[in-house]
């Protein structure tokens, strides 16, 4: 058992470096596809955010619509950076060194551009779609919980928490 962990020792002081330099690699090549799947994202928000607005009806106040309108992306934006380097993260962790080559040239070439795009403008839309179906599953799931428990805006307590479902 010792030499296991001595072995593993040495051999992690010998590829330590190496390991060093391939997870930096593979983090600036994270980093370079990341900001080429995002390239337009802020017009693209821009437009939804538009869109948006210009759906609301009268009953929102044009005073709140033009501070929506001018605030907005700016509070948005400040959430992007963590959001970003979160995905980087993951993207260095999930994709070896040569997919990320990969994605990156592919990325770089003008079909790679338009395809990034499009991805953009199709994850937009998903997320309303997901957002709907979110709504629409948890009202359904909460109304028939608390038809069961009798919520009453509180969290499933004692023998509620265990009665099993009859539904």
């Known amino acids: 058992m010792r030499h296991l962990a001595a072995i593993a020792i040495i051999a992690s002081l010998s590829f ?18 990341v900001q080429l799947s995002i390239t337009g994202m802020d017009k693209a928000m821009q437009e939804l955010l538009e869109g948006q607005v210009a759906q609301w009806d009268a009953s929102v106040p044009e005073e709140q619509a033009r501070w929506f309108r001018r605030h907005a992306l700016q509070i948005m934006n400040t959430h992007m950076r963590p959001m970003i380097d979160e995905m980087t993260r993951d993207y260095a962790e999930r994709f070896s060194e040569a997919e990320l080559r990969a994605l990156v040239a592919f990325y770089e070439t003008p079909m790679g551009r338009g395809i990034a795009r499009k991805q953009m403008e199709a994850g937009m839309a998903q997320g309303e779609i997901m957002q709907r179906f979110e709504v629409a599953y948890l009202t359904d799931l909460m109304t028939k919980f608390c038809a069961e428990f009798d919520c009453q805006g509180e969290a499933p307590k004692g023998q509620a928490a265990r009665k099993p479902s009859t539904r």
Not at 26 to 32: D, G, M, V
């Open 16 to 33: 330590g470096p190496v390991a060093s330099a391939q997870t930096s690699e593979r983090q600036a090549l994270a980093e370079r596809y």
